[in-house]
């Protein structure tokens, strides 16, 4: 595919070796779901450290599979429709919009300046009697202190979802972003950490829910190798290939997804490695410019994170603000692709307002801040060239002469 961006978000995704293990499914025959999902899937869990990995065909079918997951009548502790559920305001609707098709009402939180992720604070102060689950998104690489989140919502007994699309390969303290929580979702989409093209992965660590997921997955069937004998003996009117113990949508992934997905994530230490490189390289380039006048400020970490990052944020400062939406047509104009951060304060977008999501008005200040002042561009997966580098600063850099 031709891109017409000279510094596009993500580019050269697929190598190679990618694309020939994915002509392998397709000569193979065996194009829809069998043994390539399954061992994409165990090499995912055992590379993040889960006892179940179930691959969907997106991070939004991941997100609606956990969701619905999460309520359904077979898990003990489950929301009913009508209980209410956390998620920050600065959230992608594919986060959201699971919550409301299962019945839930989503109660907005406001999000920490520094890291783009949920407000604990703020969080604390939304949980109500009714409160049942939190969607948790851990934001471009970045999370919360995921270690309180988990001690909260075990205390209040909540459901967790780590919405962990963006942030494959990000660790806290070591462990694993996605698998804090009850479910951790994952998306394989063209810009993100790795890509399969369309791809998703749910992961869990309790054999019921992932029995669960399992037969959500693909029509309510209940063809896990461990149901599919249980429930023959016990059904032995019906045809063992066609009992239906669930509700069901079809989530499934094709083999071609899975073998593509398992080629890159074997090479995902790698891709860190350059994303990181190159982040430090253009930051570094920016702040030792004879013309850097504090354009922009940068996320900062934590000692004991270590983020795979999915871009480069940028967030201008307060006095070039007022020129954010001319810079972003002149980068355009330049072949400098940007986006928003996620998809900024939800409730300023028309389907929130369709949907009635903020009757009451309430402000998401930190959220509309970020919305206003901050961008991304990407990062490559191999080292930006030394010309590649000049043309991203000196353009960066002229938001305070435009
Ligand atoms: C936080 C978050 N959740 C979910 C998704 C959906 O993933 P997908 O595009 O694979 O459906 C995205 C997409 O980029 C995302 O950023």
């Known amino acids: 595919m031709k891109n017409f961006f000279k510094y596009p978000l993500h580019e050269n995704a ?68 009508g209980d209410e559920a956390i998620i920050p305001v600065l959230c ?24 783009l992720n949920i407000d604990l604070n703020d969080m604390k102060k939304k949980i109500t009697k009714k409160t049942k689950l939190i969607m948790n998104i851990n934001v471009l690489g970045l999370s919360t202190n995921l270690n309180r989140l988990k001690e909260i919502s075990k205390k209040k007994n ?58 959500l997955r693909a029509h309510g069937w209940s063809r896990s190798p461990k149901t599919f004998k249980k429930t023959s003996k016990k059904y ?7 009992i239906f113990t669930n509700m069901g949508f079809n989530l499934r992934p094709t083999d071609i997804q899975a073998s593509i997905g398992l080629n890159q994530l074997k090479k995902i230490n790698y891709f860190i ?52 939406k001319r810079f972003i047509n002149f980068l355009s104009k330049k072949g400098i692709e940007t986006r928003p951060i996620i998809s900024g304060n939800f ?11 903020n009757p009451n008005k309430e402000k998401f200040p930190n959220a509309d801040k970020i919305e206003k002042t901050a961008f991304f561009i990407g990062l490559k997966t191999k080292k930006i060239s030394n010309d590649e580098l000049e043309y991203l600063v000196k353009n960066l850099l002229k938001i305070s002469v435009l």
């Open 14 to 81: 697929f190598s190679t070796s990618d694309i020939k293990e994915g002509i392998r499914v397709l000569l193979s025959k065996q194009i829809t779901m069998s043994k390539k999902t399954k061992e994409f899937e165990k090499y995912f869990a055992k590379k993040l450290g889960v006892k179940y990995a179930l691959m969907v065909n997106s991070g939004s079918s991941a997100n609606l599979l956990a969701t619905f997951a999460s309520g359904n009548p077979l898990r003990k502790n489950k929301f009913k429709p």
């Open 92 to 115: 992608w609707p594919t986060s959201l919009w699971p919550l409301v098709q299962a019945g839930l009402k989503p109660i907005f939180v406001d999000v920490d300046i520094n890291t």
């Open 158 to 215: 909540l459901i967790l979802i780590e919405d962990n699309c963006e942030s494959l390969g990000s660790k806290l303290n070591n462990k694993h972003l996605g698998t804090f929580g009850d479910f951790g979702t994952f998306s394989f989409y063209y810009s993100h950490q790795i890509t399969s093209g369309e791809g998703g992965m749910v992961t869990c660590n309790n054999e019921k829910d992932y029995e669960i997921l399992y037969s």
């Open 236 to 242: 032995p009117k019906l045809d063992p290939r066609f």
């Open 273 to 324: 490695k350059q994303r990181t490189l190159n982040r430090n390289l253009i930051i570094k380039k920016l702040e030792n410019s004879k013309n850097w006048k504090n354009q922009y400020n940068f996320l900062k970490v934590e000692p004991n994170f270590k983020p795979s990052w999915f871009s480069l944020v940028l967030m201008i400062n307060n006095k070039y603000v007022h020129k954010k």
């Open 347 to 357: 409730m300023n977008q028309p389907a929130a307002k369709l949907y009635k999501l």
